[in-house]
């Protein structure tokens, strides 16, 4: 690993009290080139711009993934990782899918370990804060030619997030658009799921709402996502999730809501999530809850479902009686080792650098 240190440090200019998320990068960056057949050096170099021509393949075919983790510091000035390896193996899902090399772990992981070792700085310490990593990878030949490309980067950079309190949300339930298809990319992070989400998304926010509840492709008659964060609803006191398939992304945090979930004793049902029986659960007064998770904010609660014509109010519980926000209160000690770790999620930052 070849590590170029900054000589200008911007820590000065992070203030844990106002941190404005995705916009401010901590002092380095983690490159690695790939080039006829395989990954040269990866660097640490001080975070900047890139020269690229407009002919890079990723703009014009979108051959690119990305990942999107957190580092977290307890009161002792530790650093921690939550369960990067999930992230390793997903990129590599993604890059095998979008034709791509795979990374080794000595870059992803020893990346990791390295950069955030070099910027543990960066990593606000309080309440639910974090450092956000964003790993990627993406088509960096130089060619208008419509085939897999012979030129890839690989990139990790940071941005510090704030403990992320975000508002319930009421989300439509689409009967049209979709996120995804079977034989698709819809499990791979692909940078155009993004892309292809924004519009449906414009449009629902026209109709009243801040997200929309992905239904499958084929029939519209299942839950599948809800927005970029998988989705989960209880009925009286089960929680029921879609299964991972094709179309849903297998996300961190809904594996880890599925395991916390069942380690407190509560029923999770892990299967097909009918739309109509979300429907009649609130008719009869059983839909308790409902809610998205996904690393960026760990949980966002559902106030509202729009399904067809009906606009259905869901009640707000508190943090006695929300399935929500005990398991990210669970989730996030765990995160912050601020509560014991049984499942051995935390990885250790090491000092060495
Ligand atoms: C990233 C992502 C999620 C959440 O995954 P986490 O690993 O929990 O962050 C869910 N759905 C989609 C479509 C995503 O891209």
């Known amino acids: 690993m070849i590590i170029e240190r900054t000589a200008n440090s911007r820590i000065g200019e992070l203030d ?15 490159i690695c080139e790939y080039e006829n057949g395989s990954w040269g050096d990866v660097k640490i170099m001080p975070y900047g711009p890139l020269s690229f021509s407009p002919a890079i393949m990723v703009a014009h075919y979108g ?35 979008l034709a791509m090399p795979e990374v080794t772990e000595e870059m992803f992981i020893g990346g990791l370990q390295t950069i955030i070792d070099i910027d543990r700085d960066w990593v606000p310490f309080g309440d ?4 956000y990593i964003r790993p990627v990878i993406f088509a960096s030949e130089e060619a ?21 309190y975000s508002e319930p949300v009421a989300v439509k339930v689409s009967d049209h658009f979709s996120r ?5 990319v819809g499990y791979a992070k692909a940078a155009g799921n993004y892309g292809g989400s924004f519009y449906p998304t414009m449009m629902a926010q026209e109709e ?6 992905w239904t499958d492709d084929a029939t519209h008659t299942l839950f599948e996502e809800c927005g970029t964060m998988n989705v989960f609803v209880r009925i009286n006191d089960t929680v029921y999730t879609p299964k991972t398939s094709e179309r849903i992304l297998d996300g961190v945090t809904r594996d880890s809501f599925i395991q916390l979930a069942k380690h407190k004793g509560i029923e999770v049902i892990i299967g097909d999530l009918k739309v109509e029986d979300v429907y009649k659960a609130h008719k009869d007064g059983s839909l308790k809850e409902a809610w998205g998770v ?17 606009r259905l109010a869901l009640p707000q519980l508190d943090a006695e009686d929300s399935y929500a926000l005990q398991l990210k ?3 996030v000690d765990i995160q912050t080792n601020q509560a014991e770790d049984p499942f051995g999620w935390r990885v250790l930052v090491e000092r060495k650098n």
Do not use: C, W
């Open 329 to 331: 209160k669970a989730l």
């Open 294 to 310: 996904g690393t960026a904010v760990v949980t966002t609660q559902f106030k509202a479902i729009g399904y067809g014509d009906e």
């Open 16 to 30: 844990p009290k106002n941190i404005t998320f995705g916009n401010m990068f901590s002092d380095h960056m983690l």
């Open 144 to 164: 208008l030619k419509a085939r897999v490309a012979n030129k890839y980067m690989f990139s990790i950079m940071a941005t510090p997030a704030k403990a992320y």
């Open 63 to 97: 051959q690119g993934a990305f990942e999107g983790m957190k580092a977290y510091k307890d009161k002792d000035d530790n650093v921690f990782l939550f369960r990067p390896y999930k992230n390793f193996e997903r990129m590599n899902k993604s890059a095998v899918r």
């Open 180 to 184: 995804a298809a079977n034989g698709g």
């Open 128 to 131: 639910g804060m974090s450092l």
């Open 208 to 213: 009243g709402y801040d997200q929309i509840i």
